[in-house]
């Protein structure tokens, strides 16, 4: 069976640091991969997916990046993070065909000082 | 694109049935999900429905969709206080793997 991983579970950083999230699919091949951010008002938002090997597509533009290394992990970035950046941060995988459902990770709980 | 409207809250008594209603507005949506998310969790998948169904029911969990008047509902029976969460409709269409979230409605059970 499919599992997702992601790391670390909570993280506190301060301004201006920079930020690695990794996440990692085992199970399935080629899944395509996205990293959300859901703030306290709960809506999900977009950050980055990406259907393969270093191709990462950007949904909203900030001073968070992202890349896939490998064909299972993705990884989200900053060089310096913002007090904006704190959330609750999600990966998820979906199967290469379209219309299949998200599956999700546990999430990473950043706050920002 | 596709919009997806829920309620922000619901609340019902334990052992009551809860609905909890979803809108959406593309009408070629053809897969819908529910989500539940538990306090610092992540969204776990409950049920998904495709577009040519109407009804679809596991255990506690009963789905209703209206195509026509592009409405989602997620029904569950004899609910339980372990039922008490943030649950999030979802809906994508044609050949897009990136599906559209409501902004979630928190169920809160009580004795």
């Known amino acids: 069976s499919q599992t997702i991983h992601q790391w670390p579970a909570t993280l506190v950083q301060p301004v201006g640091s920079p930020l690695s999230l990794e996440c990692t699919v085992e199970?399935?091949?080629?899944?395509?991969l996205y990293w959300y951010r859901q703030a306290a008002g709960r809506g999900l938002q977009l950050l980055f997916y990406?259907?393969?090997?270093?191709?990462i597509s950007s949904e909203v533009p900030q001073n968070l990046s992202a890349s896939r290394p490998q064909d299972r992990q993705f990884i989200l970035s900053s060089k310096k993070l913002l007090l904006s950046d704190s959330g609750f941060y999600l990966c998820?995988?979906?199967?290469?065909?379209?219309?299949?459902?998200?599956?999700f990770g546990d999430g990473t709980r950043l706050s920002i000082l | 694109g596709e919009d997806v409207e829920q309620s922000l809250f619901l609340s019902v008594r334990e052992g009551d049935s809860s609905v909890i209603n979803c809108t959406y507005t593309d009408s070629s949506s053809t897969y819908l999900y529910w989500y539940k998310q538990e306090p610092g969790a992540g969204l776990q998948l409950l049920t998904y429905i495709f577009s040519n169904m109407d009804m679809k029911q596991d255990q506690r969990l009963t789905v209703l969709l209206n195509k026509k008047d592009k409405h989602l509902s997620l029904r569950i029976a004899d609910t339980q206080t372990g039922d008490s969460a943030i649950y999030f409709c979802?809906?994508?269409?044609?050949?897009?793997?990136?599906?559209?979230f409501g902004r979630g409605t928190s169920l809160i059970v009580h004795p």
């Open positions: 979802a809906g994508s269409s044609g050949g897009s793997y990136i599906p559209t």
């Open positions: 990406s259907v393969g090997i270093g191709q």
């Open positions: 998820a995988w979906s199967s290469l065909m379209g219309n299949q459902p998200q599956h």
């Open positions: 199970g399935t091949s080629n899944p395509n």
